[in-house]
C-alpha cells in the first residue's frame, strides 16, 4: 500500500547509479568481436558442420555488440537518466565515455545554467495602475528525476511558471511611492521602481517555490523591464513631472529665504543702512521675486533717495 501510495503522488528523487569505464568496455568489446570473429571464420573452413564452435563465435559476437551497445558519453554539466523498460533506475552525471547495462536506455539532460527572457506582461500593480513588466531568470536543473518525469516538459513548465510569478509579484507592489508619505507608524511599502533588491529576492522566494516540482533550481531572477501601460503613460509622467517641479520650488524657496536672511543679517550687522520693517519687507520681496524668478529680472535703478517721502 506504501508503494503504490508514492507512485499515486508522483513524486520522484534523483538517484546516483554506477557506471564502469567506458574504455575499458570498448577494449573489452572490441576483443569480444575479434575473437568471435576469428572463432567464426576458423569454425567455416572446417569440414562439417562444427555447431559448437559456431555457438561459440555467435555467442562472442553478441556479447562484443552488447558491451559496445552499452556505451555513452556525457558532457561536463550534463546528466544521463538510465531507464529499464521505462522504470527508472539512476542517474549518472560522470563525464566522459562511460559504460552501462545495454539495455538500459539513456536521456540526456544538461545541468548547464540556463537563462529565461520573459516576455512584456501587461498587468495590474498593488494600486490597480496598469503596468508593463518582463524578467529575467537563470536557472539550472537540480533534480533530473523531477525534471524527467515529475513535470511534461520541464522548460515549458519553466517558462509558464515564471510568467505567473511575475504576474503575481507585479500585483503585491505598487509600482511607485505615489503620494504616500512615510510616517513613524507607517514607514513607506517597497516599490516595483524604487526596492529592485527586495523585489528580486521576492521574485527568486517566488519563482523557487513555484519551480521545485520540477527539480528546478532558482540562481537569479531580476526584472527587466518595468514601465506605465501606454494608456496612461502620458498622465503619470505629467504627475512626474509635477512632483520634480514642486521639489525643484521647494528647494529654490529655502535656498532663497536662506539668502535673504544673510543679506539683512550683514546689513544689519555692518550698519550698511536702517531699515524700518516695512522697508524691509519691500526688501525681502523684491529679493525673493529676483531668486525664485524662472527668468532674469531688470532692476529699476533709484537715483534718488533711499526713502521716498
Not at 495590474?124 to 529575467?136: F, L, M, Q, S, Y
Not at 518595468?226 to 498622465?235: D, F, G, K, R, S
Not at 524691509?280 to 529699476?300: F, R
Amino acid at each position: 500500500m506504501e508503494r503504490a501510495a508514492s507512485t499515486v503522488s508522483g513524486a520522484h528523487t534523483e538517484q546516483t547509479i554506477g557506471t564502469a569505464n567506458g574504455f575499458v568496455a570498448l577494449v573489452l568489446g572490441l576483443a569480444l568481436l575479434a575473437v568471435g570473429g576469428v572463432l567464426l571464420a576458423t569454425s567455416v573452413g572446417r569440414l562439417g558442420i562444427p555447431w559448437g564452435s559456431l555457438s561459440g563465435a555467435a555467442a562472442l559476437l553478441i556479447a562484443g555488440v552488447l558491451v559496445l551497445r552499452g556505451l555513452y558519453t556525457l558532457q561536463p554539466n550534463e546528466a544521463a537518466i538510465l531507464q529499464l523498460f521505462g522504470a527508472y533506475r539512476g542517474t549518472s552525471r560522470v563525464p566522459g565515455l562511460r559504460a552501462t547495462n545495454p539495455f538500459y536506455s539513456r536521456r540526456k539532460l544538461s545541468l548547464r545554467a540556463r537563462n529565461l527572457n520573459g516576455d512584456k506582461l501587461k498587468v495590474n500593480d498593488k494600486r490597480g495602475n496598469p503596468i508593463e513588466i518582463a524578467a529575467v531568470v537563470v536557472w539550472h536543473v537540480d533534480d533530473t528525476a523531477k525534471s524527467a518525469f515529475d513535470v511534461d516538459d520541464y522548460e515549458h513548465f519553466v517558462k509558464v511558471q515564471s510568467e505567473a510569478a511575475v504576474r503575481h509579484l507585479a500585483s503585491t507592489f505598487a509600482y511607485d511611492e505615489g503620494d504616500n508619505l512615510a510616517t513613524a507608524d507607517a514607514p513607506l511599502e517597497p516599490t516595483l521602481l524604487e526596492s529592485a533588491d527586495v523585489v528580486a529576492r521576492a521574485l527568486v522566494r517566488e519563482l523557487q517555490a513555484r519551480l521545485e516540482p520540477a527539480g528546478v533550481v532558482v540562481d537569479e531572477a531580476r526584472l527587466s523591464h518595468l514601465a506605465y501601460a501606454a494608456e496612461i503613460a502620458q498622465v503619470m509622467l505629467r504627475r512626474q513631472q509635477a512632483e520634480a517641479i514642486i521639489a525643484a520650488r521647494q528647494k529654490i524657496v529655502h535656498g532663497a529665504v536662506s539668502m535673504v536672511q544673510m543679506a539683512l543679517a550683514e546689513l544689519s550687522a555692518k550698519q550698511v543702512v536702517e531699515l524700518d520693517d516695512e522697508r524691509k519687507a519691500a526688501m525681502v520681496s523684491n529679493l525673493m521675486t529676483v531668486l525664485c524668478a524662472d527668468s532674469d529680472v531688470q532692476p529699476v535703478i533709484n537715483t534718488g533717495t533711499l526713502y521716498n517721502g
